[in-house]
Nanobody, 117 residues
Framework: QVQLVESGGGLVQAGGSLRLSCAAS????????VGWYRQAPGEQRELVAS???????DYSDSVKGRFTISRDNAKNTVYLQMNDLKPEDTAVYYC???????????WGRGTQVTVSS
């Protein structure tokens, strides 16, 4: 069974940093891409950042220069380093991975990030 488990969310003041982790139940080489989405109350889920198996990255304009996505293949983990956090970054952050073999997209259960002003 494919599982993606997020951790690292929490409450932080504006200007602070958090690092989110997404641990996969199988090798992340099975996924292309893997990434992070977020959903604020009353809003649609939106892409934050993604990384392909070739290492190519894509970021939302709202987080460029502040967030960095990376993957540790040995640990089957994807990270999202979030710096200079703003109140508008407050949301539930979800890890996603699209399995190459089946083209099925998997989601984690989410981790809450709250940024206070």
């Amino acid at each position: 069974q494919v599982q993606l488990v997020e951790s690292g969310g929490g409450l932080v003041q504006a200007g602070g940093s958090l690092r989110l982790s997404c641990a996969a139940s199988l090798s992340i080489f099975n996924f292309n891409p893997v990434g992070w989405y977020r959903q604020a109350p009353g809003e649609q889920r939106e892409l934050v950042a993604s990384v392909t198996d070739a290492g190519g990255t894509d970021y939302s304009d709202s987080v460029k220069g502040r967030f960095t996505i990376s993957r540790d293949n040995a640990k089957n983990t994807v990270y999202l380093q979030m710096n200079d956090l703003k109140p508008e970054d407050t949301a539930v952050y979800y890890c996603m991975g699209r399995r190459k073999l089946t083209k099925v997209t998997y989601w984690g259960r989410g981790t809450q990030v709250t940024v206070s002003s």
